[in-house]
């Protein structure tokens, strides 16, 4: 994730940038979205329609007071919209709003420790920026808007999974380039002495 030189990898964004997003992927993200939304219809709808239903036979019955019903369902229409506005996260973007380019990216010798830390910093989940959403070179995962996309083997999809160096290196997020992880004990014990979380072990070879 850092600016090691070494760690660079060549940089495909150019040629990322031209590449249409793959048909399979845009269907997947729609489809999700389609099953989602189409559900929750569904639902709202049923629970309306017994609302309806009860509210109707109470005012006909002359349990509720029609004026009364109308004014409470005022205020209570108000309340509910106020708490879904406040709960709803919806798209979540990365909250800094420098530009990338700016930034002065953290250097840690990354190709000489890939052996003990596979890469991991390029499995951890983050939100892109605008400015990445923006310029579409990063992949974001459709399912989970604006996170990064990771490939079914964990890491990012821009991590070339033979030499784990990044596909988008110059046009990195932000998080890539400020991310330290010599204090994550995610992924090291000691960064000093070379001593990485031994869960890590287990991402050797794949
Ligand atoms: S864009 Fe992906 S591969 Fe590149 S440094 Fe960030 S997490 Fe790693
Ligand atoms: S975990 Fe640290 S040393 Fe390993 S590739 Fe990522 S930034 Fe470099």
Same mark, same amino acid.
């Given at each position: ?25 845009? %269907? ?5 979205? *389609?099953?989602?939304?189409? /559900? ?14 009860? /509210? ?10 029609? +004026?009364?019903?109308?004014?409470? +369902? ?6 509910? /919209? ?7 996260? %919806? ?8 530009? +990338? ?8 010798? @990354? ?9 991991? @910093? ?35 999809? *821009? @991590?070339?999974?033979? /030499? ?6 110059? *046009?990195?997020?932000?998080? @890539? ?28 070879? +794949?």
């Amino acid at each position: 994730m850092t600016d090691s030189t070494e760690k660079g990898g060549t940089d495909a964004a150019g040629a990322m940038a031209d590449e249409s997003v793959p048909r399979a992927e845009v %269907g997947a993200g729609l489809a999700f979205l *389609h099953g989602a939304v189409g /559900t929750a219809l569904l639902q709202g709808v049923e629970a309306q329609a017994h609302l309806y239903a009860l /509210t109707e036979l109470l005012i006909a019955r002359g349990v509720i007071p029609l +004026k009364e019903f109308e004014r409470r +369902k005022a205020a209570a229409m108000k309340s509910t /919209t106020d708490e879904a506005m406040e709960q709803w996260q %919806g798209a979540q973007v990365f909250p800094d709003e420098s530009d +990338k380019y700016d930034v002065e990216p953290v250097d840690i010798d @990354c190709l000489q420790r890939m052996g003990l830390c596979h890469a991991a @910093c390029c499995r951890l989940e983050f939100n892109l920026s605008r400015q990445d959403v923006a310029e579409g070179v990063v992949r974001w995962d459709f399912a989970q808007p604006y996170k990064i996309k990771h490939r079914d083997d964990g890491w990012c999809s *821009h @991590c070339d999974p033979a /030499t784990k160096t990044c596909g988008v290196r110059d *046009h990195r997020p932000i998080v @890539c380039r400020q991310y330290d992880c010599r204090q994550d004990a995610r992924i090291w014990v000691d960064f000093e002495r070379r001593i990485p979380n031994p869960e890590l072990a287990k991402l050797a070879g +794949k």
